[in-house]
């Protein structure tokens, strides 16, 4: 049975911007993306879903884009992209700047994103206090944020031995732009795009 959420549920995030909901994904699948994504470097740790076929499965779950085509009042939505994030407080940040994802990926433009979370312990990040949506509270819980809503992204990269999947929706109509300010801004180069093209359904699936 579809999850649906409930006119209080819709009235938070459209005035928050966010929206947390628990039991998203059980333990033993957050523990085997444990397994699956760490160690990897950050540029490795973009788009698993295109190299393994399981992380593709998670990423493009029904119940996850039914849930994101209610939130995000979308029709259809494509996958931009899966992120796997890994968080330490041992290194400096190299990400300096509150950035939303429109404002930080090369697609114009995305709808929103959900990220989950993969880790036991539970760092939490006040909105007002840093610009970013509460993290989700316990492993298995997952966010989903618009992609105009301004993130710390520093003040996440520097939390303690955190991880997390994050998934990113857009509409079908989203373009390959290019942006000084994202690090995969090249990626889809190699792929044969070119900046100015419409994302394809062989590379950004449609999502039933």
């Not at 938070?12 to 911007?17: A, D, E």
Request: glycine letters at 4%.
């Amino acid at each position: 049975m579809k999850q649906t959420l409930d006119l209080k549920q819709h009235s938070f995030f459209n005035h928050h911007h966010f929206l947390e909901l628990e039991g998203l994904i059980k333990d033993t699948d957050a523990e085997k993306l444990l397994e699956l994504t760490q160690g990897k470097s950050l540029q490795k740790s973009r788009d698993f879903f295109t190299r393994d076929e399981w992380i593709r499965s998670i990423s493009m779950r029904k119940s996850y884009s039914h849930l994101a085509k209610e939130i995000f009042q979308c029709r259809f939505l494509r996958l931009a992209f899966d992120q796997a994030i890994q968080t330490s407080n041992k290194e400096p940040s190299s990400f300096k700047e509150k950035l939303s994802l429109n404002e930080c990926c090369s697609f114009q433009s995305l709808s929103g994103a959900l990220i989950l979370r993969l880790t036991q312990t539970a760092a939490t990040v006040e909105a007002n206090e840093t610009l970013l949506c509460p993290l989700p509270q316990k492993r298995g819980n997952g966010i989903f944020f618009s992609a105009d809503i301004p993130i710390n992204w520093e003040t996440l990269f520097s939390l303690p031995e955190e991880a997390f999947l994050l998934i990113a929706y857009c509409p079908l109509n989203t373009v390959y732009i290019q942006n000084p300010d994202d690090l995969f801004t090249n990626l889809l180069k190699s792929e044969g795009y070119g900046f100015g093209d419409r994302l394809r359904e062989d590379r950004h699936p449609i999502l039933k």
